[in-house]
């Protein structure tokens, strides 16, 4: 018994550990993972943990299958190898979800891992936004987007989004309950800032839609008192004012707003215009409209392998001679920005409908057990999905497959822990 509760502390320990690697800098997480496999094999061998399988975790690596086979047919010395490497985090985290502790599993040590890892790359970033203050003086961009995230600002947004939900999901929960009331309110408060300041407008944008939904929710809720209501309604107004102040961001919607009432007008005129100099937006819908046509005409896809030479094709059929260039790996310089629109072009439409079943799949699960947190953050993927290709970065692959696979592993160990205890 004594034997099984050390490994007990020590898997939760190196789940924490791995939670703050990913929150961190998701490059490191190898330095957590290898010691919790090694202890998830020994202990399997010894007895405290067994095989169990979730359909669910495994549907993750059916989707790597597919694209192991694809890099395998289409080979590429360069990219085969990497595309390999890169997701492989379905492979991993299922088999390592699918080895269950015979004991109660806790989740605050991944929740409060996770969150002291996106605390530390924070600060991180605030280091490099003070050397970029000091080198071209205290300005807007300074402190803000890629100059105060160590990684790509969306990328940090989703990850930041991500603690920030599991914190709140899991308030009253026992380890977290440890920190002091005012430590857990300073943490989301300040989690949320640099979320802000991030500047990622898609993170801007499902912020803005889940507090909406919130809002509406806990003002159709009758018990709600007039203050909290007043508040609730006061809060998204006063928000909205201060961020219509800030010059930036509302450049930054206009382009937006102006690039989306161009291309509807007229999408091939849209594309001819934008020769040179596109922004963030026009650069999108230029990478959707060549995605989406490659994808016409190959329903079955052309391989992760062969991505950048159709697109480098198309785009040059569409006089974008500039971002069909190729570099030295075979790419071109951006991916088409839209997760679906990337697995539809790379494996085709079957597995595209597989991954969207998944996603939705799981919202279900979550929404059918109370585990929320397990639904915002499949939610929170798929809306990425819609303006980024989210699962072509490690630090998006690792951190969503990571908190996915975690969520439903916890949510079918205590299913099974609590049948045997009642049995």
């Known amino acids: 018994?004594?034997?099984?509760?050390?490994?007990?502390?020590?898997?939760?320990?190196?789940?924490?550990?791995?939670?703050?690697?990913?929150?961190?800098?998701?490059?490191?997480?190898?330095?957590?993972?290898?010691?919790?496999?090694?202890?998830?094999?020994?202990?399997?061998?010894?007895?405290?943990?067994?095989?169990?399988?979730?359909?669910?975790?495994?549907?993750?690596?059916l989707l790597y299958v597919i694209y192991v086979t694809y890099s395998i047919v289409l080979w590429n010395d360069e990219l085969s190898p990497r595309q390999i490497e890169y997701k492989l985090s379905w492979l991993i985290f299922p088999l390592i979800f699918s080895l269950a502790p015979k004991f109660k599993l806790e989740k605050n040590?991944?929740?409060?891992?996770l969150t002291i890892g996106v605390i530390i790359a924070s600060f991180m970033g605030i280091g490099k936004a003070i050397q970029t203050c000091l080198t071209i003086g205290l300005t807007l961009t300074s402190y803000t987007s890629s100059n105060i995230c160590i990684n790509h600002p969306t990328y940090f947004s989703a990850?930041?989004?991500?603690?920030?939900?599991?914190?709140?999901?899991?308030?009253?929960?026992p380890s977290l309950i440890q920190w002091p009331r005012w430590l857990k309110i300073v943490s989301v408060c300040f989690i949320t800032i640099m979320i802000l300041l991030s500047f990622s407008m898609a993170g801007f944008l499902f912020i803005a839609a889940v507090t909406n939904l919130i809002f509406i929710h806990f003002l159709i809720k009758k018990e709600t008192s007039k203050k909290l209501k007043i508040l609730m309604i006061g809060f998204p107004i006063l928000a909205g004012l201060?961020?219509?102040?800030?010059?930036?961001?509302?450049?930054?919607?206009?382009?937006?707003?102006?690039?989306?009432?161009?291309?509807?007008?007229s999408p091939?005129?849209?594309?001819?215009?934008?020769?040179?100099?596109?922004?963030?937006d026009e650069v999108r819908l230029i990478m959707?409209?060549?995605?989406?046509?490659?994808?016409?005409?190959?329903?079955?896809?052309?391989?992760?392998?062969?991505?950048?030479?159709?697109?480098?094709?198309r785009l040059n059929a569409l006089d974008q001679s500039e971002m069909a260039e190729l570099n030295s790996h075979g790419e071109v310089h951006y991916n088409p920005h839209n997760q679906y629109l990337q697995m539809a072009l790379e494996i085709g439409w079957i597995p595209l409908g597989i991954f969207i079943f998944i996603l939705a799949k799981l919202i279900f699960i979550g929404v059918k057990n109370n585990l929320y947190g397990l639904a915002s953050i499949v939610l929170l993927l798929g809306f990425h999905c819609l303006?980024?290709?989210?699962?072509?970065?490690?630090?998006?692959?690792?951190?969503?497959?990571f908190c996915i696979t975690f969520c439903i592993f916890y949510l079918s160990n205590n299913n099974v822990t609590e049948t045997n205890h009642v049995a």
């Open 1 to 61: 018994m004594h034997h099984s509760l050390n490994i007990s502390r020590i898997y939760h320990y190196l789940l924490g550990l791995t939670a703050l690697l990913i929150g961190a800098y998701s490059k490191w997480i190898f330095l957590g993972l290898i010691p919790l496999f090694v202890l998830v094999l020994l202990a399997w061998r010894k007895g405290h943990f067994e095989f169990r399988w979730y359909s669910m975790q495994w549907s993750w690596t």
């Open 109 to 113: 040590y991944v929740v409060t891992g």
């Open 159 to 173: 990850t930041a989004t991500i603690a920030l939900i599991l914190l709140i999901d899991n308030w009253n929960q």
């Open 242 to 265: 201060l961020l219509s102040k800030n010059d930036f961001i509302k450049g930054e919607f206009n382009n937006t707003r102006h690039a989306l009432t161009q291309y509807m007008h």
């Open 268 to 280: 091939t005129q849209f594309i001819l215009d934008k020769k040179q100099s596109q922004n963030g």
């Open 288 to 313: 959707w409209t060549a995605s989406f046509l490659e994808i016409q005409e190959h329903p079955f896809g052309v391989g992760p392998t062969q991505m950048g030479q159709h697109l480098s094709q």
């Open 387 to 401: 303006f980024e290709s989210i699962l072509q970065r490690q630090s998006g692959i690792v951190t969503f497959t």
